[in-house]
């Protein structure tokens, strides 16, 4: 039995009080084994960021219990985010200095990053002379420089064509291969999930929970096109759809 990476027990998110109060997310129970490569889809709204932001430990559950492996999640963001004044090789270095590593070990692991991400040679270059994969590229070399067990991805390629998201995934996929990370992905783009995932979650909203979920047995690597990836799509959407319509008759 492979040991749970994290583990979220009944929790809750509750913003604001009294009459303001919104309860985003509510008794979300959910173990994400060591290794797995986990899509959570849903609606906009339905409490997706939100539970990255609990497993990151960005803030705390209203109740309910979150666990990570010691070393915590490292966390990347839909907006890559990058530090405009730092070069390429620095902000992939920033976890590295703020862990306290010397200039030479940074400098070997920065390396190492940037050949993982195949942005070899663009160290000494500036975030705006990148095109925007390149730059999630960046952000995705800066998040591995966290060391990390667990990578948190929120609509990582959502602004990107679809040709680009194309070679991401194909990316990501070799870095999740290379690395035995736990990844846990959000995206509201169905294939993407049945693209890259062994396991599917689909929330619903108001309250963000846990509606359903696919365990994808296809062989990989799988290309976004193919019919069986097309297949599966359609059940998760009719899933989804369904799911909507039971938002909607509760709203
Ligand atoms: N800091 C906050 N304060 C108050 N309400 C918040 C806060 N963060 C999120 N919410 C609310 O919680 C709900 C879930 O938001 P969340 O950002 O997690 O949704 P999402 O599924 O990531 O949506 P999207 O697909 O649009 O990114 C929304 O109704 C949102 O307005
Ligand atoms: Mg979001």
Known sequence: ??????????????????AQAHTALQ?????????????????SGCGKSTLLHLIAGLEPPTSG??????????????????FPWLSVADNIGFPLARKGLGATAQKARVQELLAMVNLDGWGHRQPHELSGGMRQRVALA??????????????????????????????IERVWRETGLTIVFVTHNVREAARLADRVIVLASHPGRIAGEFSVKLPRPRRIDAPEVAQLSRTITDSLRSVLRGNDDAS
């Open 1 to 18: 039995m492979i040991s749970p990476a994290v583990v979220l027990d009944h929790v809750q998110k509750t913003y604001g009080q009294g």
């Open 27 to 43: 008794s979300v129970s959910l173990e994400v084994p060591a290794g797995e490569f986990l899509c959570l889809l849903g609606a």
């Open 65 to 82: 219990s979150v666990s990570v492996p010691a070393g915590g999640a490292a966390m990347m963001f839909q907006d890559p985010a990058l």
């Open 142 to 171: 800066r998040a591995l420089a966290q060391d990390a067990r667990v990578l948190l991805m929120d609509e990582p390629f959502a602004a990107l064509d679809a040709m680009m998201r194309d070679r991401l995934h194909d990316e």
